[in-house]
């Protein structure tokens, strides 16, 4: 591979370091690496006799490409299969994106599709009934956003098996009409199971497209380094594939998900399927992680909480793992030197997370561990400071940090008002000396770092300049928040090597329309991709 120089325009070599060594107006790489700044940049492209590939940044910026510390490719990419109900404003919506794709493909044994949004009912409680309408004895089964919820319909129950005489499984609930039938909502391990055991699979090729399509957004975003942050042993093969035949543009990490009933048999499972993955020597798949599901969301009433709910005294969520079984099985997988990642909303599942951390971090003291909890959406101020103490990366989904439709209708009035301030801590976590990563956990919301950069730095809507800020004391700066897309997220990835433009570090890069952290927070959603660069090879040019 030639030198290729980046010159006329900005270069951000690193956020949130000293001003000194922001900033310079040329680099070069040389074999996936970088090699030069500056004059020394430039005087490459003379020492190369012409053969060096110039790019001109037309006034733009080239930075460090960010990264998703906590996504769900293969869902999102095959949210595009079936009906479109995401873009449903109501109800009516989605009933009527559903007979639209009944009705172009009148010949599918099944409708799946994803995903609704809850706050189109009371409780985000949905009835097989409405489905039948439209669908007819057609089994249809629909996602919500947060991905722990499903809708379906009566012949997708009767399918299932699922009547008035079936009790809930083990960590799930399925929601009841008065008279116990079934409603048609199902809720955590209720509606993984369904999906796992009842509905058809989609094809490999199916799958593998999915990923492709996946990964060729996020190059054309600007994105290189993605979290798979749910995967169960027949992906393995999907993402083999994708890697052999050259589909994936970005990089994936591999989360293998452990299972609170039977992960004392996966610990072998999981030391294979990574050595697997490691012998494909695919550079861009990697599987060095193991996701612990806590709990599940608030807007379900299923996230562990300390203390009741404050619309429902009896309830504090539906936690997956007790903690004796949760430090067990977290010291089990730290000893075979996984990477640790754990879903954690409400207080008490981030509580649990960190004392099973710490319970792993003086079990092994002498090594470095990169674990994370992910989302970390209700905090108790109590635990702000264990993080940084502990050395747990704490990966937030900063575009939840707004008072949207969903915090106004369910969270807030299952939360309480006191908790309600107990939501996304960035500013608190980060000030702590905490290492703090972002993600985006799409398809619950968008894979893309603009918007989410910029909610992180307002915590507000960024479409809408006049909103007011919710919890304003923890809101970031620009380059905090673009620094826990590279910086934190390098750390995530186990990549001390990427992060950073510095030299010899490697050519992760995109080249934007404007520096992310000097343009005014809420046009950081306008700042257009203009290229992407994986190790110095391009993924993306607009």
């Not at 020492?47 to 998703?68: F, K, M, V, Y």
């Amino acid at each position: 591979m030639g030198v290729t120089i980046f010159t006329g325009g900005s270069v951000l070599i690193a956020a949130n370091t000293a001003a000194s060594s922001l900033v310079t107006h040329a680099l070069a790489v040389r074999d996936g690496v970088v090699v030069a700044h500056g004059d020394e940049a430039l005087a490459l492209a003379e020492e190369s006799n012409s053969t060096a590939e110039i790019i001109d940044l037309q006034g733009g910026t080239l930075a460090p490409a960010p990264g998703d510390g906590h996504a769900h490719p293969m869902f999102g990419g095959l949210e595009a299969l079936g009906p479109n109900i995401r873009a449903a404003e109501d109800l009516q919506g989605i009933l009527d994106a559903v007979a639209e794709w009944k009705a172009a493909n009148p010949d599918a044994k099944w409708i799946v599709g994803g995903s609704y949004d809850s706050t189109f009912t009371p409780r985000g409680e949905f009835d097989a009934r409405w489905l039948d309408e439209v669908t007819g004895d057609t089994p249809t089964i629909l996602r919500a956003w947060d991905y722990h919820t499903a809708w379906v319909n009566s012949a997708a129950l009767k399918v299932g098996g699922i009547t008035a005489d079936t009790p809930d499984p083990e960590l799930g609930r399925i929601v009841r009409r008065e008279d116990g039938s079934p409603l048609g909502t199902l809720q955590e391990s209720a509606a993984n199971n369904f999906l796992a055991n009842v509905v058809p699979s989609f094809t490999l090729e199916q799958r593998v497209g999915a990923i492709e399509a996946a990964t060729q957004r996020y190059a054309a975003q600007g994105t290189t380094w993605v979290q798979d942050a749910w995967v169960e042993p027949g992906d393995l093969e999907v993402y083999f594939e994708a890697a052999k035949q050259n589909r994936l543009h970005a990089r994936v990490n591999l989360a293998f998900r452990a299972d609170p009933l039977t992960w004392r048999d996966q610990v072998t499972d999981f030391i294979a399927a990574r050595n697997r993955v490691r012998e494909t020597g695919a550079e861009r798949l990697t599987g060095e992680t193991v996701k612990f599901f806590l709990d599940g969301v608030v807007e379900s009433h299923t996230a562990a909480m300390l203390e009741p709910y404050a619309d429902r005294p009896d309830e504090r969520g539906l936690p997956n793992w007790t903690p004796d079984e949760l430090t067990e099985a977290l010291k089990a997988f730290d000893a075979e030197g996984f990477q640790l990642h754990l879903h954690a909303i409400g207080d008490a599942a981030n509580r649990y997370a960190l004392d099973g951390l710490e319970a792993v971090r003086e079990s092994n003291p002498k090594r470095e561990h990169n674990h994370v909890i992910a989302h970390v959406a209700v905090l108790s101020p109590e635990d702000v400071e264990r993080f940084a103490k502990l050395d747990v990366i704490a990966n937030f989904e900063p575009y939840w940090a707004q008072c949207d439709a969903v915090m106004l209708e369910l969270t807030t009035p299952h939360l309480g008002h006191e908790r309600e301030h107990w939501q996304y801590l960035i500013g608190s976590v980060s000030g702590s000396g905490a290492t703090v990563s972002f993600g985006s956990d799409w398809p619950v919301t968008t894979p893309d770092w603009r918007p989410a950069l910029a909610t992180a730095v307002t915590r507000h809507d960024p479409t809408d300049p006049e909103a007011e800020s919710w919890i304003p004391e923890e809101r970031v700066s620009a380059a905090t928040a673009f620094a826990a897309y590279t910086t934190g997220i390098a750390r995530q990835a186990l990549a001390p090597n990427r992060g950073t433009l510095e030299v010899g570090k490697t050519a992760d890069l995109v080249w934007l329309s404007a520096n992310p952290l000097e343009i005014t927070p809420t046009n950081i959603p306008s700042i257009e991709v203009r290229g992407t660069w994986l190790a110095g090879n391009a993924t993306y040019r607009a």
